[in-house]
């Protein structure tokens, strides 16, 4: 197990003989890294936390500290971390709350970019990007495939639906919508209509961009309002899975989402 003499591991830790731990990292008790992970030098882990394979943590990551609640108490709470993650210089992610899940969760392929946060008690999917400086506050769940611009935050209990896409310098204090773009500050945040670049890239069919298209139009930019325009969607006859994803994601929205 490559592990620099420089480092501080509480002998508590389960730490993989496939692991590799880098100059002055401190790692606090209670923490389990599995095969292939690197920490790169300076990382800090306080505990409590449970990192899976692969994973790389680039210099002066905070890992599984205490959440910023001031309802914390103290309480024994985790951070999770799935498979091939990365996390680039600087980033925090923060365990959970005894008030809320009690942990904090963070899926496998994500790329974490230089400076973010994930707060107490957030749920992260799989294979989500967050740009420089991208906030999580508390209770934020982000569905799998979901972009998170550079500098943007999301506000505590909001949800970013999967395969959003979120501009940078936005602030979302509702909920952000699957397969759309979402961009601008608070009350003047709209959406920007489907992410039809991102969708082909991530190779979406032509007929399910198409349908999306359709329902973005009906539901956003006509006349009615989203009861009735939800109606009218489901009258139609759809042969893309999306169309129910984004049909449950709105009527299961107890913050509101932006238009």
């Known amino acids: 197990m490559p592990i620099h003499p420089t480092s501080i ?23 389990r890294i599995a095969a292939g992970t690197v920490l790169d030098p300076h990382v800090s882990i306080q505990g409590w936390t449970e990192i899976g394979e692969r994973c790389h943590f680039y210099s002066h990551c905070s890992i599984g500290t205490d959440p910023q609640d001031l309802k914390y108490k103290g309480e024994t709470t985790l951070l ?3 498979d091939d993650n990365v996390f ?15 942990i904090t969760t963070i899926g496998s392929r994500n790329f974490v ?24 506050a508390g209770h934020v769940t982000v569905g799998d495939h979901a972009t998170v611009g550079a500098f943007s935050a999301v506000h505590q209990f909001c949800r970013v639906g999967p395969h ?10 509702r909920d952000a ?6 961009v601008g500050e608070r009350n003047k945040a709209k959406t920007y209509g489907i992410n039809t670049i ?6 979406f069919t032509e007929e399910s961009i198409r349908q999306l298209k359709q329902f973005y139009r009906l539901c956003f930019r006509s006349n009615l309002n989203t009861g009735d325009a939800l109606a009218e969607i ?9 169309i129910a994803t984004l049909i449950g994601f709105i009527e299961s929205s107890e913050r509101g989402f932006i238009r």
């Open 198 to 203: 991102g969708l082909r890239r991530k190779g």
């Open 234 to 242: 489901r009258g139609k006859e759809w042969s893309a899975p999306e």
């Open 9 to 31: 591991i509480d002998p508590s830790c389960e730490i993989s003989a496939e692991a590799h731990i880098g100059p002055y990292c401190v790692i606090g008790p209670h923490t």
């Open 113 to 136: 970019m230089a400076y973010s946060h994930i707060a107490h008690d957030c749920v992260v999917g799989d294979c989500t990007i967050m740009a420089n400086a991208a906030t999580l």
């Open 177 to 182: 919508l699957p397969f759309i773009k979402t």
């Open 164 to 173: 959003a896409f979120i501009g940078g310098f936005s602030v979302i204090t």
């Open 88 to 102: 680039r210089e600087f980033v925090s992610l923060n365990r959970g709350t005894g008030g809320g899940h009690g």
């Open 80 to 82: 999770k971390v799935g």
